[in-house]
């Protein structure tokens, strides 16, 4: 089954030419042939099609790839939000409460949520999302955490290494023995990266290493969270193991900059932390004109950062961040794909995934210039219409 989608005012491809690394195409047309993308480029041009899609002058742009989430999770934290609000400062170990309510919610419960917190997703462009544990901290839960993403994604992530569980919070090495031991042996088979929150308050840096090398020794590839609370080593340790991204990166010393400038690894911002725990926001205009390679996501969790929209993170980066709207969509797009070492998606390409948003909108400026209206119209997951 083949579909045309034609009269279309505005393609983002994100195949860079020499002078627009979003490649964007006006007046186009996209042709999906079963689960992939066949052909784009002008409508004038475009070949026959078992079903042709009129766009009616809007624009199209690449699913979303959200590449940091953590959607199996009991509870919320909506009490320490307004707390927030009120005054008191963000800190790591609010997270225990979430492990709480993770390990007394059923496997049942945590799948239906799951699945609710993805239809959200998909209602609003996200076509690719990875997900991390991290809310069990003991061996069964985490397997457990794994296992049901896995049912939903192949990019799992494995973060055992959130923080030190209450049980363990005078012997962090021994959780480390733990996490690098018997809990990694039950969540490799269900993952594809291994996290660690290296951050005061969490892991250090010899703890963090420890969990990398763990994880890489058994065939995960390492991904890092760091610097979000305050200036630390962790953005070097990433550089330095061959992360595929280090994710917050708030705060950034030049030589952090330096690094990544000068490396593979994405620095995947996540505007909905700052919004919601008032810390500063990254400066990307700095990290982009620095080189960087930046992607932005969601981070949807129930402490820092409760939202799963996209278009609300672009347009927050937009506004607040000194990304352009071209920009922030590549970043939520290929930037994405790019911390997920993906190629077949994030892009509109022939032989990538047919993964497309067709936006109620002529431009994608509007996702950001519209800020809070929902401006997805149509959403095609793996050459599938599914909204």
């Given at each position: 089954?083949?579909?045309?989608?034609?009269?279309?005012?505005?393609?983002?491809?994100?195949?860079?030419?020499?002078?627009?690394?979003?490649?964007?195409?006006?007046?186009?047309?996209?042709?999906?042939?079963?689960?992939?993308?066949?052909?784009?480029?002008?409508?004038?041009?475009?070949?026959?099609?078992?079903?042709?899609?009129?766009?009616?002058?809007?624009?199209?742009?690449?699913?979303?790839?959200?590449?940091?989430?953590?959607?199996?999770?009991?509870?919320?934290?909506?009490?320490?939000?307004?707390?927030?609000?009120?005054?008191?400062?963000?800190?790591?170990?609010?997270?225990?409460?979430?492990?709480?309510?993770?390990?007394?919610?059923?496997?049942?419960?945590?799948?239906?949520?799951?699945?609710?917190?993805?239809?959200?997703?998909?209602?609003?462009?996200?076509?690719?999302?990875?997900?991390?544990?991290?809310?069990?901290?003991?061996?069964?839960?985490?397997?457990?955490?794994?296992?049901?993403?896995?049912?939903?994604?192949?990019?799992?992530?494995?973060?055992?290494?959130?923080?030190?569980?209450?049980?363990?919070?005078?012997?962090?090495?021994?959780?480390?023995?733990?996490?690098?031991?018997?809990?990694?042996?039950?969540?490799?088979?269900?993952?594809?990266?291994?996290?660690?929150?290296?951050?005061?308050?969490?892991?250090?840096?010899?703890?963090?290493?420890?969990?990398?090398?763990?994880?890489?020794?058994?065939?995960?590839?390492?991904?890092?969270?760091?610097?979000?609370?305050?200036?630390?080593?962790?953005?070097?340790?990433?550089?330095?193991?061959?992360?595929?991204?280090?994710?917050?990166?708030?705060?950034?010393?030049?030589?952090?900059?330096?690094?990544?400038?000068?490396?593979?690894?994405?620095?995947?911002?996540?505007?909905?932390?700052?919004?919601?725990?008032?810390?500063?926001?990254?400066?990307?205009?700095?990290?982009?004109?620095?080189?960087?390679?930046?992607a932005l996501a969601c981070d949807t969790n129930p402490g820092s950062s409760f939202t799963s929209s996209m278009p609300f993170c672009i347009a927050v980066a937009v506004r607040d961040m000194g990304m352009t709207p071209a920009e922030a969509v590549w970043a939520a797009t290929a930037g994405g794909a790019k911390a997920l070492r993906r190629d077949d998606v994030g892009?509109?390409?022939?032989?990538?995934?047919?993964?497309?948003?067709?936006?109620?909108?002529?431009?994608?400026?509007?996702?950001?210039?519209?800020?809070?209206?929902?401006?997805v119209d149509t959403v095609w997951k793996d050459g599938r219409e599914i909204r």
């Amino acid at each position: 089954m083949s579909t045309l989608i034609t009269n279309i005012a505005e393609v983002t491809t994100n195949v860079p030419t020499r002078d627009d690394r979003t490649g964007t195409l006006t007046d186009a047309a996209v042709l999906i042939d079963g689960e992939r993308i066949a052909w784009v480029g002008p409508a004038a041009d475009a070949p026959a099609a078992d079903e042709v899609v009129d766009a009616a002058g809007r624009a199209v742009i690449p699913g979303f790839v959200d590449s940091h989430s953590h959607l199996v999770f009991g509870g919320d934290r909506a009490a320490e939000f307004e707390a927030r609000m009120a005054g008191q400062k963000y800190a790591a170990g609010g997270i225990r409460s979430t492990v709480a309510a993770t390990r007394a919610s059923t496997d049942d419960e945590l799948r239906t949520r799951l699945r609710g917190f993805l239809d959200e997703m998909l209602a609003q462009g996200t076509t690719t999302v990875e997900i991390k544990s991290g809310y069990g901290l003991s061996v069964a839960d985490e397997e457990r955490l794994v296992r049901l993403a896995a049912e939903v994604t192949p990019e799992v992530t494995f973060l055992g290494a959130h923080v030190v569980p209450a049980e363990y919070a005078d012997r962090p090495d021994e959780y480390v023995d733990l996490v690098t031991g018997p809990m990694l042996d039950a969540c490799a088979p269900h993952a594809k990266w291994i996290d660690v929150f290296c951050e005061t308050g969490a892991f250090t840096v010899a703890q963090s290493r420890r969990v990398l090398e763990a994880g890489i020794a058994r065939g995960l590839a390492p991904r890092v969270h760091a610097s979000q609370l305050g200036p630390g080593e962790g953005v070097r340790l990433a550089v330095e193991l061959g992360a595929a991204s280090i994710d917050h990166g708030t705060y950034l010393a030049d030589a952090d900059i330096d690094a990544l400038a000068g490396s593979d690894t994405v620095l995947t911002l996540l505007p909905g932390v700052e919004f919601s725990t008032r810390q500063p926001y990254p400066n990307a205009r700095r990290l982009i004109d620095a080189g960087v390679t930046v992607a932005l996501a969601c981070d949807t969790n129930p402490g820092s950062s409760f939202t799963s929209s996209m278009p609300f993170c672009i347009a927050v980066a937009v506004r607040d961040m000194g990304m352009t709207p071209a920009e922030a969509v590549w970043a939520a797009t290929a930037g994405g794909a790019k911390a997920l070492r993906r190629d077949d998606v994030g892009v509109i390409a022939p032989g990538a995934r047919a993964d497309l948003v067709l936006l109620k909108a002529p431009t994608r400026i509007h996702l950001a210039y519209r800020p809070g209206v929902p401006l997805v119209d149509t959403v095609w997951k793996d050459g599938r219409e599914i909204r």
